[in-house]
């Protein structure tokens, strides 16, 4: 770095923490319990279905790892969560599952959200696996 401006050498230090902080939230999804997930999944199911097509209340999640919100053509989705930009990603699902609302304002999805990170974890773990 020698040579480099100062806010240049900044932006490698903040870009090298962002990098490492994603690695961690990322592990940290990574490490969820799948079978305690499935026991956190009972609270979705009133609304969401695994097997491809079931939609409900809520789209089904089968194959939701990858997809585009709001992609399914089968499923009224809301306008705001059509416009989101998200691909489901694990971070992107607890990301949402933390705070609907607050991550995509006026989406329809009628839940508080999961604020405990662990139960989060879990749950993403069992959606990783049964939702293939």
């Keep these: ?59 089904s999640l089968n194959g939701v790892f990858n997809r585009k919100a709001g992609e399914l053509t089968d499923f009224r989705y809301s306008p705001a969560l059509k416009r989101s930009g998200i691909t489901w990603t694990a971070q992107t699902v607890d990301t949402f599952i933390a705070d609907p609302q607050k991550a995509v304002p006026a989406n329809r999805m009628p839940y508080a959200g999961m604020p405990d990170a662990a139960d989060r974890s879990d749950l993403i773990a069992y959606l990783q696996k049964a939702s293939k």
């Design 1 to 59: 770095m020698t040579g480099m401006s100062t806010l240049g050498k900044s932006l490698i230090c903040a870009t090298a923490l962002v990098t490492a902080l994603l690695a961690v939230a990322s592990a940290a999804i990574a490490d969820g319990d799948a079978a305690r997930g499935e026991k956190r999944f009972e609270d979705c199911v009133a609304c969401h279905k695994l097997e491809p097509g079931a939609n409900d209340v809520g789209p």
